[in-house]
């Protein structure tokens, strides 16, 4: 950590020193500063927690009302419902850092309640996430938790066949389009990655029964109509969304990767993750969660205090700020590149 520290003069005209200008620190000196911020409220949490849910069970309530009068109005009931079910996912998220209620058990098990609606096990999801949190941007730890992405020398060294597939699954198409279905309806049905521990399989099967148990009264009182214009156009946008978050918040261009013999967790954390400068509405409907650089680098604060960490914080409010336009050009790097260390398109390769 050191001071920045510049001539100024006082009204005499004599020269003096001074130490007004911000404070530079290195990743990890941030960790004692931003532990002050990592204590939830519970009424706090409580109140977001309400005016997340509240809205949700209305939005759907109302959906199911105008399906005696219009699909259309259905369906966009249903897509506008699809903003709460992300932010019941953020909300899950921060129960699974332990930054929602000091209450772990109660945390975890209102990430389970919570896993149901938005069709992810908790426990199993935990799992992988932290594993997320603990090696991103180490080359050498990739696989689970993350958005596949091969280096250069990696891709080079494939044969035409697996370039190929390697292509396919990095088109926005299949990314953005079919990879969020298959994510949240298939992929989260079974304990991938953590196929040996009971645990987890209990974690998936329980969530899995409670989702059958919900979709089986539906059809019973509805039919298969609420399924298809509430349930699934809700779930669908919101999983689409989310992906689309989890992807901007680590695949730009000035991102950062390193092998293990280089890599620093902190390091990693500030500079590997983006912060990604929303419009109010959107910033809140997303629970903050595109303050990222914040929360990889103290995934203990609670989604509500990370804009305080910024007014109190500049250094971390100018940093590695994304628009949403800008997010937009993200979508065409696929390949990290050791030597210019930079994501980089197919087309520079």
């Known amino acids: 950590m050191t001071d920045t520290i510049e001539p100024a003069q006082d009204p005499s005209g004599t020269a003096k020193m001074t130490t007004d200008a911000p404070v530079i620190r290195e990743p990890r000196d941030w960790i004692r500063v931003l532990a002050k911020y990592r204590e939830p409220h519970a009424g706090r949490s409580s109140y977001e927690l309400g005016i997340t849910v509240g809205p949700f069970l209305l939005l759907w309530a109302l959906a199911w009302w105008s399906l005696s009068y219009s699909y259309w109005l ?7 419902n699809a903003a709460f ?5 953020c909300i899950q998220h921060d129960c699974g850092h332990g930054a929602f209620f000091n209450n772990r058990t109660f945390s975890d098990w209102l990430g389970r309640v919570l896993g149901v609606l938005t069709l ?18 180490n080359l050498d730890q ?39 279905g298959y994510l949240f309806f298939l992929q989260n049905r079974l304990p991938l990655g953590l196929m040996a521990s009971t645990k987890y399989w209990i974690s998936a099967m329980g969530t899995n029964a409670a989702i059958l148990s919900v979709l089986g009264i539906m059809i019973y009182f509805g039919g298969l109509m609420p ?4 349930f699934l156009p809700t779930t669908l946008l919101a999983a689409t969304a ?10 730009f261009e000035d991102t950062q990767w390193d092998e293990a013999a280089d890599w620093q967790v902190h390091d990693a954390a500030l500079n590997g993750s983006s912060h990604y400068v929303l419009p109010a509405v959107l910033q809140w409907l997303s629970a903050n969660i595109g303050i990222h650089h914040v929360h990889h680098l103290y995934s203990r604060i609670p989604f509500y205090r990370l804009p305080q960490v910024l007014r109190e914080n500049e250094e971390l409010a ?16 696929h390949l990290w590149d050791e030597k210019s260390r930079q994501l980089l398109p197919f087309s520079k390769v």
């Open 74 to 80: 259905t369906l966009a009931i249903s897509m506008s």
């Open 85 to 89: 079910l992300l932010r019941l996912f």
């Open 120 to 137: 992810t096990p908790y426990d199993v999801w935990r799992r992988t996430h932290s594993l997320h949190h603990n090696h991103s941007g």
């Open 142 to 180: 990739r696989g689970i938790g993350d958005v596949h992405t091969l280096t250069v020398a990696e891709y080079q060294a494939m044969s035409s066949f697996n370039r190929f597939l390697y292509r396919v699954y990095r088109n926005p198409i299949v990314l953005f389009g079919l990879g969020p």
């Open 227 to 230: 399924i298809l214009l509430i």
């Open 242 to 251: 989310g992906v689309w978050l989890f992807y901007v918040q680590h695949q």
């Open 318 to 333: 100018i940093g590695n700020r994304m628009t949403v336009r800008e997010s937009f050009r993200n979508a065409r790097l």
